[in-house]
């Protein structure tokens, strides 16, 4: 791997980057791929409070064959297309079950109703899957390897940015024994999108959210009280980052807020692959960047776990534990 190309990443500045562009830090230090010239494009419009003009970005030249991305995106759509009584066997709303599955069309919460299908599987440490349709296991857990496996390079760029050598977040998080999550939504043609949303805005828990999707676009994330629609470049990822990664860096990157919206023609399909801590683990600011003068810790710290269970129960995570400003 060592003899390729790498995209090499700026240290980070001491005021928080914009989360659009937080990961293209083109300089040093390296970010290896086993691939040629990885890069992270983004080019994100500059007006209207909702952007109608598609933001083009995504992680190219990551090395995932594209013959693996369309054949999980393939997979996922003959899941959604089982009997539902088969997918029935999966409902649940315990956070904890290896296997999920939720329907949410026609619920609505708020002023909007819920338009989406999704499964949800625990990917990491232990990897779990729904044995149909035929060959589905197999393409997921092929699939959350090689992305784990590029979350893993970019947390490398990432700790180095921050002034750590390559390793610190893989054994601060303890990430050998860390959480990952494959989910895969379905968003079908709605009637009436204006009064319906995918997912609302939220911000993801851990460190790296890793997306693909097939095409459609429905992305939306949020920037200073703007949402720009995302349109991924083909064969490539969309990199979020998450929470804990926040917390970690002190503030340094910011998790992102982002959406799912519908619309009336076409079905979206979207894949998020998850990654975070061990469950056992204590998060909080690392105390290199913490100074109780110029920069105090901004969060409090919590065990991985113990904050999912808070977003179980509704609460935002960010928020309680966020401390206030002095």
């Known amino acids: 791997m060592g003899s390729h190309p790498s995209l090499r990443t700026t240290p980070t500045p001491r005021t928080p980057m914009n989360p659009m562009l937080q990961i293209l ?177 939220h911000t993801d828990h851990g460190l790296l959210t890793l997306l693909i999707e097939n095409g459609i676009g429905g992305l939306q994330i949020q920037h200073n009280g703007k949402w720009f629609h995302v349109n991924p470049l083909p064969n490539s990822f969309l990199v979020n980052t998450a929470d804990h990664l926040e917390i970690l860096s002190n503030g340094r990157y910011k998790s992102i807020m982002h959406r799912a919206v519908v619309n009336s023609k076409s079905t979206r399909i979207s894949i998020a692959t998850a990654n975070g801590p061990s469950l056992d683990t204590m998060v909080c600011p690392a105390l290199e960047l913490v100074d109780n003068e110029s920069r105090p810790a901004a969060y409090i710290s919590m065990k991985y776990k113990d904050y999912m269970d808070l977003q179980l129960e509704g609460k935002p995570g960010l928020e309680h534990v966020r401390l206030p400003v002095a």
Not at 33 to 46: E, G, H, Q, R
Not at 155 to 179: H, P, Q, R, T
Request: glycine residues 6%; hydrophobic residues 40%.
């Open 25 to 201: 830090m083109i300089r040093s230090p390296p970010l290896i791929f086993p691939c040629s010239t990885p890069a992270i494009l983004i080019n994100a419009p500059k007006s209207s409070k909702t952007s109608t003009k598609p933001a083009r970005s995504g992680l190219v030249n990551h090395g995932v064959p594209e013959t693996l991305m369309k054949a999980v995106l393939a997979g996922c759509n003959k899941f959604f297309n089982l009997p539902m009584e088969e997918k029935l066997e999966f409902a649940t709303k315990d956070i904890w079950k290896p296997i999920r599955f939720g329907t949410g069309v026609d619920i609505k919460v708020e002023k909007f109703f819920f338009w989406r299908d999704f499964v949800k599987v625990i990917a990491h440490p232990e990897f779990h899957c729904p044995s149909k349709p035929q060959g589905f296991s197999e393409v997921v857990q092929e699939y959350c390897k090689r992305s784990r496996e590029v979350t893993m390079e970019l947390l490398k760029a990432i700790s180095e940015s921050l002034g750590f050598e390559e390793n610190y977040i893989e054994k601060a998080m303890n990430l050998k024994s860390g959480w990952q999550i494959f989910a895969a939504n379905l968003y079908p043609p709605c009637p009436q999108p204006e009064l319906a949303m995918g997912i609302p805005a």
